[in-house]
């Protein structure tokens, strides 16, 4: 499976993005979904997580009721939709796949049990 996230740039506080990460593979609809983000110093930390057949999503509670993740039709796209954008906001968001098992969902938050990773994709909020 190879990822491909898209959709960051620069934006000004309280404004709106919205991240897609694009699998392509045979399988890709099978997989979890994930998407992290990391700042520059710190930790890659999780975000928000949806199964394969998207009906069931995950968030981290800093994130909720600002981020929506969503997945298309076809399953090969996945969305993070960022609301409410603040300058801690910034960092490289990334999206990842892991095959989608009762063990990947209770793991969803570690980035050890993901098997494939996009390249990031830059989000900067401006004050």
């Known amino acids: 499976v190879q990822l491909q996230a898209s959709g960051g740039g620069l934006v000004q506080a309280g404004g709106s993005l919205r991240l897609s990460c694009a699998a392509s593979?045979?399988?890709?609809?099978?997989?979890?979904m994930g998407w992290f983000r990391q700042a520059p110093g710190k930790e890659r930390e999780f975000l928000a997580a949806i199964t394969s057949s998207g009906r069931t999503t995950y968030y981290a509670d800093f994130v909720k009721g600002r981020f929506t993740i969503s997945r298309d039709n076809t399953k090969t796209t996945v969305y993070l939709q960022m609301d409410s954008l603040k300058p801690e906001d910034t960092a490289v968001y990334y999206c990842?796949?892991?095959?989608?098992?009762?063990?990947?969902?209770?793991?969803?938050?570690?980035?050890?049990?993901?098997?494939?990773w996009g390249q990031g994709t830059q989000v900067t909020v401006s004050s």
């Open positions: 990842a796949a892991g095959l989608d098992t009762l063990g990947m969902r209770l793991a969803r938050g570690s980035t050890r049990h993901y098997e494939y």
């Open positions: 593979g045979r399988t890709s609809s099978r997989y979890l």
